[in-house]
């Protein structure tokens, strides 16, 4: 079933909120999400700032101990602009370059003002165009920043930051298409999602992508009994997971065990040939360095356990219809 | 002009060790490096191990304050088998999955044994071969696990590490073609190289890539006055700068620098300009998770330089011969 | 007023909940908290565990912006035995030693059992009493591992962590005649407290300090339009501040500069006098290094302002009664 | 035997230089230090800045596997002032702050002057005088920033910072009267000592203590074929160790290791009896967070060993005379 849901009330925080909607396994939810400033398609300030979130969506069936699979059916900007922040965060850069530096570059923090044309699917600076830049024009590759479920231990956790439930992970990766998967801590699930993003760089280190409202869409699938600790992904080409912490070296421990686990639990590898692979084979994506939790991703290519005789079919290829 | 170098000794720390071979601006080195253990081509093993190095070569004419700039012209095993360790690294999983699984996954820490065939550029598990993988043949992917210069302040540090000077990054875009740019700290700048990988994953988790022993061909060209800092490289496609440290974080924050400086200093980008394109269109790379300093990479494409109006053209086109 | 409380509820989160009790400024609570494992002074378990909290307390007239300060006028445990896990949490230890030990150690995890005498004020072990240890006796320290107040932007935090609300700093520092100092996030600014041990090394390094339940009494004052960002304290002795993170560097990090904020705000110090004093004279102390945020303390005598001519009386001297 | 020695030359790294003296086992030093700045008790410039160290000192029969214990007989200032920086470094705090506030604060990095009073044993700021602080007149506390041995592999490791070998700690607990005990990795360990700070806070977090020139003394003992991975000391009331690295965490992880092992070669201890006494006892100092590795230092009080009828009778109070 497809449901069209208009939002009227976001949250800043994902926890075990009222759900707006209440859907079942196998539904689809078309809806809309507003920037990370709270402005909606039509840059009007609906709700706060701070990544208002899309939701909670409660999916029927999902239970403590499940993993909710989400599809990202469809994500796009619909308005005509975004912005961005100017400067590369402090924490991101020698501690000695920040201080060094802080008087000779230009200290203002205007945003940075980009035309988004999704027909042309190009992302244009506009203002200030009297950077080296001038009106550099970029590729639109929309992404959503910021998106999971409840997290454990009745806990309601800011959309700054991110933990095993998912939340501002603000990784690249997380695109249309995708099949992002969560462990389900509530009962319900209580699916979030927001802050939107028309192009991003990696780590997302000047605190933001190119920030716009989204039209979406997305379906889930609830895998009973299937134990996840921290947020998995699909696409056709990767397995990947996503570790939230702080430092980055934490990140890459919780993404790694993750997906040890998972290559062990449903590909069938024993645990040599599962560190073996992974040791030639691994990819690492860096998400957010900027949010108090930074993110890695730990990757691993489907064709690599295809070419064991592994099927790696999975709830993904069905909801991507492939 | 071209060199031809036998090695008969090798160091296992960089340092301003006596050269092996002085060299001008321009010249060429062929020569040979054996595997992190220290065998040869033969498998013999002709020097104690832990990634002995070949050189330090004197290049005529590099200062303290300048770059050395290195065109990795060529990079190829020259024996048909490497070898891994087995089990991803204890500092790359959650410490209770560690204490956790140390008694159920097998403690031994045999080798893995890897035939390496150059001319079908394959490389494949041969032992053990009772694992899932059975007998995994992955495509080639020759990188140099450790090279570098003479550090700064007369040190001699360890082939096991990193920091400034290069060192042990162990980071899988150190391929034939690329051209790295040290800074000289010492006169001659006291190049080495070794620790040769046939392939390896991100961040070398298991401690090691597919070691093996090398032929390698590489052409120096001194940037007189070039102030750097870090590591930095360049191919076909990218700028990008090495940083090298713990935690991960650090490694950022030290490459993210570098990649500042360099879009000022040399690409002429005002500072806004520089924040505003890292911020949407920056890219990172984990090298090593393993060793004493872990790597990360910060990358810029050049055609979003060019795109700008911007000359890309270097000594790596030069040397590279495009 | 003196308000006497018997707690029927608790949380294992901090996070707006609806009061169990509305205080006002200047009011008493004398009350009691169940151990970390939801166990009151018979051991009956009363709630599940997890450092379940009394509370939260509203103290009317606190707002978002002011500080609230807790004297905590008596903590003292209220049964004659505690429990401590035996075994240092890996996270603390080398990776490698991990592995290595995993085997060798005793993995059980079972917890030990210590005696505790609230008139001798000693703390015995008991169980087990195989170990060379024997029945080792301590002094009795009591302390709170886990208190704070409501979290900001509506969050619902664990108690298992940590952050700039307070929450389980296992602070060894923390004991009867301290005042702590919570920022305020949300109005009464619901103050929750438990978690006490009768005694605990720095860092609670085996994830428990002799988990204990208490009788409690403590005294508030809001600090209207007072400014902090982390938690504060101070004592006969010291002014201190804590922050709460991971790394501990990022710990070290937010209470150095909550210090140099307060030395400056409300003690008159010039940046470069602040600066200064901290530099020669500054102390830490480090909190847990167990829970998923980490603490660090940052310490400043109070006689070192003094001797400068600076009055350091304050909310904490008429609320100790010195 | 007694060597009286006087400096001629010294290094700013630690490495296996030719020794400036070779002594025996049991012999005593006396000698002087130049202060961070290579300079000498009548401030003089002997040697260029870095931490300059005397030494190496040669000790007989000190083999690698052993353990070099040096007791500091005496660290006494030879001149009458010293100096300090004076800005807490960026590194030590919170990020967004040090640029806030790199434009508020006096960006001059002028040095503080101190005056030395070894008689009276205070020590006076003197420049600037015209902060809030005037004239803050301290007790003195001399300790060496930076001594340590030659360390592994063959390295030359820079005196700004720290490893195993020790190096640039600038632990406050280093004084007169404590057995230092450094692993050693060379022939004759290779002693060097230097960087005296007539008092110093917790951390070093200005980047420098009191910099100073020092009379020292210090007895050797070679401790053969006892193993130490780690610097340990010992002084009346403790026995400590300290891992130096970064983050903080990672020293965390190799002092407390090193404890662990240390309580259980040399103090009978069986694992669990270690744990958990460490678990309830354990105490931690800072060492520093400005150098490229930090430190942290992990301590145990003797007389809960003593409390167990364990003899902790050691070379310590051999060279203590106690």
């Excluded at 100017?86 to 370059?97: F, G, H, I, K, Q």
């Excluded at 042309?120 to 998106?147: K, N, S």
């Excluded at 095993?164 to 969560?182: C, I, K, L, P, Q």
Aim: negative net charge.
């Amino acid at each position: 079933m497809v449901h069209h849901f208009e939002p009227t009330r976001y949250y800043t925080n994902m926890g075990t909120h009222e759900p707006v909607l209440r859907v079942k396994d196998g539904d689809t939810v078309v809806t809309s999400t507003v920037d990370a400033r709270g402005k909606d398609r039509t840059d009007t300030p609906v709700t706060p700032p701070g990544n208002p979130q899309t939701g909670p969506f409660h999916v029927d069936g999902a239970e403590p101990g499940d993993t909710l699979a989400v599809h990202l059916d469809m994500l796009t900007p619909n308005r005509r602009f975004g912005w961005t922040r100017p400067l590369v965060a402090p924490n991101v850069l020698d501690p000695d370059y920040v201080r060094e530096t802080a008087g000779e570059i230009d200290s203002r923090d205007d945003l940075c003002r980009w035309e988004v044309d999704p027909d042309h699917r190009t992302v244009t600076l506009v203002e200030p165009d009297d950077t080296r830049l001038g009106r550099l024009a970029l590729p639109m590759a929309p992404m959503t920043g910021c998106f999971g479920v409840a997290p454990d231990k009745g806990q309601a956790i800011s959309t700054a930051t991110s933990a095993s439930h998912g939340g501002n992970m603000d990784y690249r990766g997380f695109v249309e298409g995708v099949t992002a998967y969560f462990p389900v801590f509530a009962s319900g699930a209580l699916f979030h999602i927001g802050d939107g993003h028309a192009v991003q760089g990696d780590g997302e280190i000047v605190g933001t992508g190119v920030e716009i409202s989204f039209d979406v869409q997305f379906t889930f699938r609830v895998l009973k009994g299937k134990r996840s600790a921290w947020p998995r992904g699909e696409n056709a080409e990767y397995l990947f997971t996503a570790g939230n912490a702080r430092p980055l070296d934490q990140c890459v421990q919780h993404a790694t065990t993750e997906m040890l686990r998972w290559l062990q639990a449903d590909y069938g590898l024993d645990p040599r040939a599962a560190h073996t692979l992974l040791g030639q084979c691994v990819e690492y994506d860096m998400g957010n360095v900027f949010d108090p939790a930074y993110t890695m991703v730990c990757k691993i290519r489907k064709d690599l356990l295809r070419g064991l005789g592994i099927d790696t079919r999975s709830v993904h290829d069905e909801l991507a219809g492939t």
